[in-house]
């Protein structure tokens, strides 16, 4: 079933045109990542799938759950928005009422979709359990929480609304890799086996192409480069995704397969064209710099 | 509450990294490098001088030596001044307005900064840019020591890349030694020859960076190695447990560790040398020989 549907997406600002998506499409229980830098355009893209871009020229087609976003009333718009497709931000507690505990946070917003009283209790904890936090969490403000549990929580409030789609904008720059790994793991578990589709927008490529089942390479307002995450990230058409790849900075680790043996000399030479690229380049460096050790 | 404790280092001209999760002290040793915060005990010594008993003539050029480099470029700057200015504020002797202004062109050159940017605001320059013009501010001083913190954490991986090509370059061209601070292991790998891994306030393994990262000693060196996603790579391995508070009696690292035993609940480990580095675990023979849990 497919959740969201663009074609030929264009914002313009200003007459020039800052997002363009030609085509997109998105079923349920799979993940589709915007990637690229900051200006590429991604963030802009993902707020024209919540109808967030008022006053913007946008043109094109979007379809989110059967409703034409773009032609929508905001009535309509409220009603996808948070139900349908819920909205995973950078940093979360940014986001959150700082007065409010976070469980009056969530029946509230429970109420604005018409579940109250002890079914949206119920909602509540089971949707906070299902992110692995302490149904306790529920008491505490916003403050109290670190940023990985405000970042469950968000997903959590997308789970007890019911959403089919979590559109998240860099969910995990802000966090460490350990409780990044953790988020991950959640949002993985939840596409499995709630068939819960993820809009990914992520500058991290290593992140992305563990997560992403499809990518679109975006620079300059425009998709560069886009297919499965497989192929776009590990043999890499356009030159530009090409000098992304490159950029990653590379660590030097032995396999992550049980080795016991293991003697830990020479990395593993990566399988695409840029790790190689890229390694290279570091070892060479590495070889220049041990004299002056 | 002591918040950072035994912890013993030297920064030497192969670079030291400091890595470890937010709330581990990484940023506060830093401090205390920096003369901004005293210990309650312990010395910490430049060359042969006390940092902590500096006097005032000494402080000066102390503070010249050992120069700071934040993770947010345009927090570091003064917004109402021109970068030229804030460069040349570190500039020394007496210099006439030409000779000055030659000066700051010469030092954004050395940093890849066009000097006809000398003239605008920081608002005005990407933040890769103001990333720049923080490190040539910091080399006006004719500093020995960079003590780099998160100094890449906020800008695109392409530009990130490049702030780190630079970084290489200049700790040849000026002789410089690095004291990095991150939670990136790749960009430890690039800069650092020596690598600590703090937890909770302390260092729980120190060596050579390749070594830490290609065969972990410490259980947590280990998870965080191997919860950094990886292009083509497998999932990051999550533990589950971030949210588990440090241990306030025996090994503190014990609530999260797959590898806890009874022993660590009774006895804090000291830190020992175990195959060229230091390290602070029961059980490190069975990690480095690839037991996981």
Known sequence: MTLIEIRDLEVRIGGRVVSGVPELDLAAGRCTALVGESGSGKTTALLAVLGLLDGADVTGRVVVCGVDVLNAPEKILREIRGAKVALVLQSPQAALNPAMRLGTLMRRALARHGVKGAAARARAEQAVADVLLDPEILRRYPHQVSGGQAQRFAIALALALGAGVVAADEPTSALDVTVQAEIVAVLRRLREERGLALLLVSHDLALVSTVADDVLVMKDGGVVEAGPAARVLTAPAHPYTRDLLAAVPQMREQSREHRPDADGGEPDPGLRPGARRARRVTGSRRRRRRPHR | ?293
Do not use: W
Request: positive net charge; charged residues 25%; aromatic residues 2%.
């Open chain 2, 1 to 293: 509450m002591p918040v950072v404790h035994d912890v013993s280092l030297a920064v030497d001209a192969g670079g030291a990294g400091l890595i470890g999760e937010s709330g581990s002290g990484k940023t506060t040793l830093a401090r205390a490098l920096l003369g901004l915060l005293r210990p309650r005990a312990g010395r910490i010594t430049y060359g042969t001088a006390d940092v902590t008993r500096l006097r005032r003539a000494e402080r000066a050029g102390f503070r010249a030596a050992v120069q700071p480099v934040f993770q947010d470029g345009g927090e570091a700057l003064n917004p109402r001044m021109r970068i030229g200015t804030s460069i040349a504020e570190g500039l020394t002797g007496r210099l006439r307005a030409a000779e000055r202004r030659a000066a700051v062109a010469e030092l954004m050159a050395g940093v890849g900064l066009d000097p006809a940017l000398a003239g605008r605001r920081p608002h005005e320059l990407s933040g890769g840019q103001r990333q720049r013009a923080v490190i040539a501010r910091a080399l006006a001083v004719r500093p020995r020591v960079l003590v780099l913190d998160e100094p890449t954490s906020a800008l695109d991986v392409t530009v990130q890349a490049r702030i780190l090509d630079l970084l290489e370059r200049l700790r040849g061209e000026h002789g410089l030694a690095y004291l990095l601070i991150t939670h990136n292991l790749a960009v430890v790998d690039r800069l650092c020859g020596t690598s600590h891994v703090m937890f909770a306030g302390r260092v729980v393994e120190s060596g050579p960076t390749g070594d830490l990262l290609t065969r972990p000693a410490h259980p947590y060196t280990l998870a965080l190695r191997d919860a950094v996603p990886r292009v083509g790579g497998p999932p990051p391995a999550a533990s589950g447990r971030t949210e588990a508070s440090p241990a306030p009696s025996g090994c503190p690292f014990r609530r999260r560790c797959p590898l806890a035993v009874s022993r660590c609940r009774e006895e804090a480990p000291r830190p020992r040398s175990l195959e060229g580095r230091r390290v602070a675990c029961h059980r490190a023979e069975e990690v480095l020989g690839g037991r996981r849990g």
